[in-house]
């Protein structure tokens, strides 16, 4: 029976993980199918009907591509601000700074 425990999960989810990795002789060949898949979706995203020249349509897909991580980027960012402003925001107010 699986633990219940959150903590307990994660710990041996990570153990599982790192497991398998310490026994993957090739990392890069075990993920490459990840890459392609993600790049395959960008090349759609960009030319949907496939009417791009391949040179364009790659060219595009790096583009889309960057401007998604951009965009995850600014995101952690501002999930990183509000994180702090809230973690301020008691000593701001006069109660105790943790």
Do not use: C, Y
């Amino acid at each position: 029976m699986p633990a219940k425990d959150p903590d307990v999960r994660r710990l041996t989810a990570r153990i599982g993980g790192l497991t398998s990795w310490a026994n993957t002789a090739d990392p890069t060949a075990r993920t490459a199918p990840a890459r392609q898949a993600a790049l395959d979706r960008f090349e759609r995203q960009v030319d949907p009907d496939g009417t791009l020249p391949p040179h364009e349509r790659a060219r595009r897909a790096r583009a889309a591509q960057k401007a998604h991580m951009a965009r995850l980027a600014l995101r952690s960012a501002q999930a990183r601000k509000a994180k702090t402003a809230g973690q301020a925001k008691p000593d701001a107010e006069g109660g105790a700074a943790a």
